[in-house]
């Protein structure tokens, strides 16, 4: 900190070196600029994949992700009468038996496994809603939902509220630690779950095998 004070504080050394490593470049008059080249034009074509009817409030769209391919959209939105949230993917109008909303939806890259995250704001517990079915519920809070590429297996971060962090593979739970960082992510071949990791004083990486 002290050296970084000083050099910063030498102004004119600094200039005097800026001077010898990088010099002012020389300007050239009377140069007649020629007009640049036109940049190429890519043209995206237009796909419409869902439609969403007048009975709900598109103002009120709420949580909504795309799949990677972007051929398939999963959203909820509030009916205009009764206020009822329904999600959908696509078009199609998905099984929500709750009087609450997800905070999370998202769709697997192949479309056939939808995953909404709920927390219920009566227990406060975090529980996965996947394909009409409800799965474990858990003491905190879910976090960093990710699909693997070929759609077979899901993770997410469980913060629980014993202030331990632990991944979570389709219904399998790895090893709590006292923090994780960063977003936990598949290697290339889809057989480990990568992430960072913390006990105590020790900062490591974890690779947890996909089984």
């Not at 020629?34 to 995206?44: M, Q, R, S, Y």
């Not at 995953?115 to 799965?135: H, R």
Request: aromatic letters at 12%; hydrophobic letters at 40%; one cysteine or more.
């Amino acid at each position: 900190a002290g050296a970084g004070y000083f050099l910063v504080a030498q102004t004119s050394l600094l200039q005097n070196l800026l001077d010898v490593f990088s010099p002012s470049p020389v300007v050239v008059n009377n140069v007649k600029n020629e007009a640049p080249l036109p940049l190429p034009v890519t043209v995206i074509a237009t796909a419409k994949i869902a439609s969403i009817s007048q009975d709900y409030d598109i103002t009120k769209l709420t949580v909504y992700s795309f799949s990677k391919m972007g051929d398939n959209a999963a959203y909820c939105a509030p009916k205009k009468i009764g206020n009822k949230i329904d999600c959908f993917l696509n078009d199609q109008k998905l099984d929500n038996p709750y009087n609450y909303k997800p905070y999370w939806i998202g769709a697997s890259p192949d479309g056939k496994r939808v995953v909404l995250l709920y927390l219920d704001p009566a227990t406060k517990q975090s529980f996965v809603f996947e394909n009409g079915k409800e799965g474990a519920r858990y003491e905190g809070t879910i976090t960093s939902p990710k699909f693997s590429d070929n759609s077979k297996s899901f993770i997410f971060v469980v913060m629980g509220k014993d202030n331990k962090n632990f991944v979570v593979l389709n219904v399998k739970s790895f090893a709590p630690h006292d923090k994780i960082y960063g977003i936990p992510t598949f290697s290339s071949d889809n057989k480990y779950v990568v992430y960072g990791a913390r006990d105590g004083q020790d900062l490591f990486w974890v690779a947890d095998k996909v089984e």
